[in-house]
């Protein structure tokens, strides 16, 4: 947290070579009102959760080097995330609630979704240890912060955000940026985005993770657009780090509908395909 300043000093000296002059009397309301002023416009600032509270200080968030590390091996393990948008707050803790009762232990929900950052911190207080829980479409270091505040323990950006990207780096938080070309990937890795996503989908789906990821091996792919039910497996044995499920698993007629048995057994069928394949080994 922020620390407050403190309150001024009440030297009269420190204020200018004409302040011996002011009376004492004047001058102690003088401070009052000063100290007083400030710590109300503090005050504000930290209420507000602005996110120029939230990063003042310099590296709020930070995570340790071996929470850092953990959050890379959970992706390596699991390899599958449950990517959530839905239109209504009211469906969204219900939608990854299927999700993860049909085997999901790697989460995200995007900030399209209406009260995604409370959902966040439901589920991560209710599954923490158990099932990662991080955040998507995040588009600037505040979306970043304001997550992060909110219990995500990664990050997940649309597009490849180089300013998001080393917000992160700084504090040790694993980014996951979208990109969609090798060029981008690359670059990604180069500001310290130890996994990059693909997005969104590319012609040659898993064969074009093959060709890429073989010839840039330091690099591992996320791809998200184009992966369903059956070919999640292919992509991950075509050389994926790992891979995102969105619409084909979050069915949003099922949504719609309020058949979230559906939605868990979507992510059963899927899970098993990514358990065929097994956990990676990770590039260190």
Same mark, same amino acid.
Request: net charge neutral; with cysteine; hydrophobic share 40%.
């Given at each position: 947290?922020? %620390?407050?300043?403190?309150?001024?000093?009440?030297? &009269?000296?420190?204020?200018?070579?004409?302040?011996?002059?002011?009376? &004492?009397?004047?001058?102690?309301?003088?401070?009052?009102?000063?100290?007083?002023?400030?710590?109300?416009?503090?005050?504000?600032?930290?209420? =507000?959760?602005?996110?120029?509270?939230?990063?003042?200080?310099?590296?709020?968030?930070?995570?340790?080097?071996?929470?850092? #590390?953990?959050?890379?091996?959970?992706?390596?393990?699991?390899?599958?995330?449950? *990517?959530?948008?839905?239109?209504? =707050?009211?469906?969204?803790?219900?939608?990854?609630?299927?999700?993860? +009762?049909?085997?999901?232990?790697?989460? #995200?929900?995007?900030?399209?979704?209406? +009260?995604?950052?409370?959902?966040?911190?439901?589920?991560?207080?209710?599954?923490?240890?158990?099932?990662?829980?991080?955040?998507?479409?995040?588009?600037? &270091?505040? +979306?970043?912060?304001?997550?992060?505040?909110?219990?995500?323990?990664?990050?997940?950006?649309?597009?490849?955000?180089?300013? *998001?990207? #080393?917000?992160?780096?700084?504090?040790?938080?694993?980014?996951?940026?979208?990109? %969609?070309? &090798?060029?981008?990937?690359?670059?990604?890795?180069?500001?310290?985005?130890?996994? %990059?996503?693909?997005?969104?989908?590319?012609?040659?789906?898993?064969?074009?993770?093959?060709? *890429?990821? =073989?010839?840039?091996?330091?690099?591992?792919?996320?791809?998200?657009?184009?992966?369903?039910?059956?070919?999640?497996?292919?992509?991950?044995?075509?050389?994926?780090?790992?891979?995102?499920?969105?619409?084909?698993?979050?069915?949003?007629?099922?949504?719609?509908?309020?058949?979230?048995?559906?939605?868990?057994?979507?992510?059963?069928?899927?899970?098993?395909? *990514?358990?065929?394949?097994?956990?990676? %080994?990770?590039?260190?």
């Amino acid at each position: 947290r922020r %620390q407050l300043e403190s309150p001024p000093s009440h030297n &009269p000296h420190t204020l200018g070579t004409r302040t011996s002059f002011i009376h &004492p009397k004047i001058y102690c309301n003088m401070s009052l009102r000063i100290g007083a002023s400030r710590s109300v416009a503090a005050a504000r600032v930290i209420n =507000s959760r602005t996110f120029s509270a939230a990063t003042a200080s310099g590296l709020d968030y930070e995570q340790t080097s071996e929470n850092f #590390e953990s959050v890379l091996d959970r992706f390596a393990y699991h390899r599958a995330c449950a *990517v959530l948008r839905t239109p209504t =707050s009211e469906a969204c803790p219900k939608a990854m609630q299927a999700a993860i +009762d049909g085997g999901f232990k790697i989460v #995200e929900f995007t900030l399209t979704t209406p +009260d995604c950052l409370q959902h966040l911190a439901d589920f991560r207080s209710k599954y923490d240890g158990d099932v990662m829980v991080g955040c998507g479409t995040i588009l600037s &270091p505040e +979306d970043a912060a304001n997550a992060m505040e909110a219990g995500s323990e990664f990050i997940i950006t649309p597009v490849m955000l180089p300013d *998001v990207i #080393e917000w992160c780096k700084e504090r040790n938080i694993v980014c996951v940026p979208g990109c %969609q070309t &090798p060029t981008e990937m690359v670059n990604a890795y180069r500001h310290g985005a130890p996994l %990059q996503k693909l997005f969104p989908g590319v012609a040659g789906g898993p064969m074009w993770v093959k060709a *890429v990821s =073989s010839a840039l091996p330091f690099l591992n792919i996320n791809p998200t657009s184009g992966v369903d039910l059956d070919n999640a497996g292919e992509f991950l044995r075509n050389g994926a780090a790992s891979v995102g499920l969105v619409a084909p698993l979050f069915d949003q007629a099922a949504i719609a509908a309020g058949d979230f048995d559906t939605i868990a057994k979507n992510a059963e069928k899927v899970i098993g395909n *990514v358990k065929e394949v097994g956990p990676m %080994q990770r590039k260190k």
